[in-house]
């Protein structure tokens, strides 16, 4: 009997030091990012495993404006699950939220498709970090072309960020993020009222 | 001496413990496919947080073509997990994977947007199911429109399914599915030599 006590009481302390390191898991956000010489963003490999919050096509907010003939690029953002959990309950980012910006070459004859465009190759992976350290308290990376990706780069610094902070400044819908192009984040930013005056 | 002993003793169960459900997360496929009455899909209230895979915008190979003057259609497609990394390790789909497949408005006029389109309403919401269980091996789900979906709905069955098998089986590069359209996908199918004869 005493015996039983015992394993009863192990398996549920086990159980409960279970559950914690699950729930620690969740809340110490390991999918946060990851930094080399203290402010330079590895480049998150897994995050097409992220949550996906918008496409969108030939966008023209982009620094590399498509000529008219050229074919229009795919953007699809990503941002870090448990920074997308928290914008889910609060309608604001986590410190630590990392959005990461695809741009892909888009294609339009394959079949069954008769028309319209699909995605193809990636041409260039950026990222915004959200990090109290930095002046803006936002960050912007460039990872450069998608065939020759840098696995580490420091955060875009002088003119090559200023119109970069300019326009999510003045244009973003929640913070430093274009939330009014993410119609599910829009729903709960009008829910919560985080959207800036205007949207 | 023997309480350090129980201690240790107790933590390595813990982590026993945590390891098993990690691994037991993973492996029993929790974001497989649920089903009421049998074959009657359950809409998965979360697929936004599985894998994104890709989007088109205006793409026609949709039963529903739009007019020459309407707004093009985006159409996402997410995949559950657990399906997903089993894609990528081997190229092939296991049984239960589900697609969900979005239709949604697109929309151009938002500052800092000057051109291009980005999505907005969610329109229709479909599924595509691998269960061996189903005469093809797969079966098709339309949950309606994005205003009033349904929360199970069976398969479709007769004429209404009979375009999706035919344009499945016919222009499908892997499988029943579009890999074609699906960049990360394409490749991973390439590398393990799963397309079909043509792609």
Known sequence: MAAMKGLTAVLSLAYLVALSLTVHGQQSQADGPRYANGTSLVRPTNYREWTFIGSGLGLTYEAETASPTAAPTFTNTFVNPSSYRAFMQTGTWPNGTVFVLELRRSQTEAAPNKGGRFQTDLLVLE????DARF????????????????DVTPPLSGEAVASC??????????????VQFYPTLLEV??????????F
């Open 127 to 130: 990222a915004e970090v959200k």
């Open 189 to 198: 930013a009008r829910q919560k009222r985080t959207l800036k005056p205007g």
């Open 165 to 178: 902070v300019e326009c999510h400044t003045k244009h973003a819908a929640v913070e430093r993020t274009f």
């Open 135 to 150: 002046p803006d308290g936002w960050a912007f990376f460039n990872f450069g072309r998608g065939t020759a990706l840098s």
